[in-house]
């Protein structure tokens, strides 16, 4: 039986578009592709190959996203790593996943690791050729059930946990999201969260389907200035980041905003309020590591009220709240399970649900409340 194949769209429909911005440097499509296919050329010529576990540390970066690209073309899982981490916890994560290999930004090139037996520079891997060798390249396909990421919990509830992820989980998320706050060519969506959050993946594949662009803060100025220097039209946000923003914030600086993106916690009723009294174009959110990101999301044009819930269920999702509460969760974004000593622990029922441990509700609209 064929594998189904999934194709990145905004690579074959808007070539000539921007596709990673920064404010020193801009990538089109094209441009991309072109320096992952030459990332990927270096690194099988280092040993890797495809289905590896290619762990990476690193902040947000053009050299990032294109070390990503570069391993999901060859078939190869990335697993990110927080910047938070000490050197103990990523030596006992990448061994209880049996990840061997470890790719650093040369700003954590000095940290010392004793477990990954290979060590490479972000740098050196994603130097850009200016020069575009072919368009011929601009289309190109994977597979819906190719393992994509690694990502690790929060560790909220205790040890953080690692996440496997395909391909076709992060493309359903983002084709669902990109369905309800819609992201065109033109606009840019600031990388505001980072890439060892599933939250900062989500990003990167709603552009690669829709043809926006994804916009690099520079991590010197306040998240006010980056809106203004980069003029940035979309954005996700976590309930202190809307805080700070609505502490420094004026009139002005909504005019290219056409939505904000909140999650990750609850975010207080009162802060909901203060931002559409602001004129903001929030958009509240629920949703999970295991699922990809989102789950259910109030619409733009949704009124106060429906603000103060946590939306309806995107498309490509499942869910349904169990007799004692509890809001359980499926459909083609839910994540294989947790990888433990090298094997995927598959963590659905028999129904092929996953439970949250999370306690909801439905209204009568089909808005959650949790």
Request: charged content about 15%; glycine content about 6%.
């Amino acid at each position: 039986m064929a594998k189904k194949e999934i194709t990145f769209t905004a690579f074959k429909k808007s070539p000539q578009n921007p596709a990673v911005i920064s404010a020193e440097s801009s990538l089109t499509f094209m441009q991309l592709l072109q320096s992952a296919i030459e990332t990927g050329e270096r690194l099988a010529a280092t040993g890797i190959k495809r289905d590896d576990k290619i762990a990476i540390l690193a902040n947000t970066s053009v050299e990032y996203i294109i070390l990503l690209l570069a391993l999901w073309k060859s078939g190869i899982t990335a697993v990110p790593l927080s910047t938070r981490w000490s050197t103990a916890q990523i030596d006992e994560a990448l061994q209880n996943i049996n990840c061997k290999s470890l790719i650093l930004s040369d700003k954590f090139l000095k940290e010392q690791f004793t477990y990954p037996s290979q060590i490479l520079s972000l740098e050196n891997l994603t130097q850009t050729n200016s020069i575009v060798r072919s368009s011929a390249n601009s289309k190109f396909a994977v597979t819906a059930d190719q393992m994509a990421t690694i990502i690790f919990t929060s560790g909220s509830t205790g040890i953080a946990k690692a996440a496997v992820h395909t391909i076709g989980n992060h493309y359903f998320n983002a084709l669902g999201s990109n369905r309800n706050i819609l992201f065109n060519p033109g606009d840019r969506w600031l990388l505001s969260l980072p890439l060892y959050h599933v939250g900062g993946v989500a990003i990167i594949f709603r552009s690669f389907l829709s043809g926006g662009s994804v916009a690099i803060p520079e991590h010197k100025l306040s998240l006010q200035e980056n809106l203004a220097n980069l003029r940035i039209t979309h954005l996700s946000l976590v309930a202190t980041q809307l805080y700070r923003l609505l502490e420094t914030f004026s009139d002005i600086d909504s005019n290219h905003l056409q939505a904000i993106l909140l999650g990750g916690s609850a975010i207080p009723e009162s802060l909901i309020k203060r931002a559409v009294e602001n004129n903001l174009p929030i958009c509240q959110s629920y949703g999970s590591t295991e699922m990809a990101s989102q789950i259910t999301t109030t619409r733009p044009e949704d009124s106060l009220q429906h603000l103060y819930t946590l939306g309806q269920l995107l498309p490509y999702r499942k869910l349904q709240i169990a007799p004692d509460g509890e809001i359980l969760v499926g459909g083609g974004t839910l994540f294989q399970g947790y990888l433990e000593k090298g094997t995927c622990k598959i963590v659905r029922d028999k129904e092929d649900w996953f439970h949250t441990g999370d306690l909801g509700s439905m209204d009568e609209n089909g808005y959650l409340h949790v």
